[in-house]
């Protein structure tokens, strides 16, 4: 399989394809992560939609491989937030800190486009630094936690 990965200067994954055509912003996801963590793994657009299929990691040249390793890596890491410790301001960036299954931490939100609702309460939230945290379900956070969400409902 012909494809060529590399990071453009804003950081962005940029996928070349064997037609040649440039897509930027995709990101590397596995179809099983947990049964079959070498195989099945699809390289999707800004948009959500399928650009490249490898049916494994093998498929993958020596270069474009490791980028994809690092690249599914980075993605797992993925800290859940159970708390808000305080109240963000409206005015972007924004110093959020929050309690999450690793511990307190506080990271900077470049803007409330970098807030995802997902459905059925499930957001993801990535900081200015590329790291994603998981809210399972809003409902279930503490009262403050809630209404600091609020704004993104």
């Known amino acids: 399989m012909d494809f060529h990965l590399e990071r453009d200067c804003f950081g962005q994954l940029v996928l ?11 990101e590397v996801v596995r179809s099983f992560p947990l049964s079959a963590p070498q195989k099945a793994i699809s390289i999707v657009d800004s948009e959500g939609k399928e650009a490249l299929f490898l049916a494994t990691l093998d498929d993958a040249p020596a270069a474009e491989r490791k980028i994809l390793e690092d690249e599914l890596a980075h993605r797992e890491f993925f800290p ?21 299954d690793r511990g307190v ?38 009262l403050h936690s809630r209404n600091v969400m609020e704004r993104f409902l």
């Not at 990271?107 to 630094?129: C, P, W, Y």
């Open 105 to 142: 931490t506080t990271f900077q939100l470049e803007n409330g486009d970098n807030v995802h609702r997902l459905g059925d309460g499930h957001f993801t939230i990535q900081d200015s630094l590329g790291i994603r945290y998981r809210i399972p379900d809003v409902k279930k956070l503490d």
């Open 16 to 26: 070349t394809d064997e037609s040649g055509a440039r897509r930027t912003g995709v």
């Open 80 to 100: 859940v937030i159970s708390r808000i410790l305080n109240k963000p301001t409206d005015a972007e960036p924004s110093e959020w800190q929050v309690d999450t």
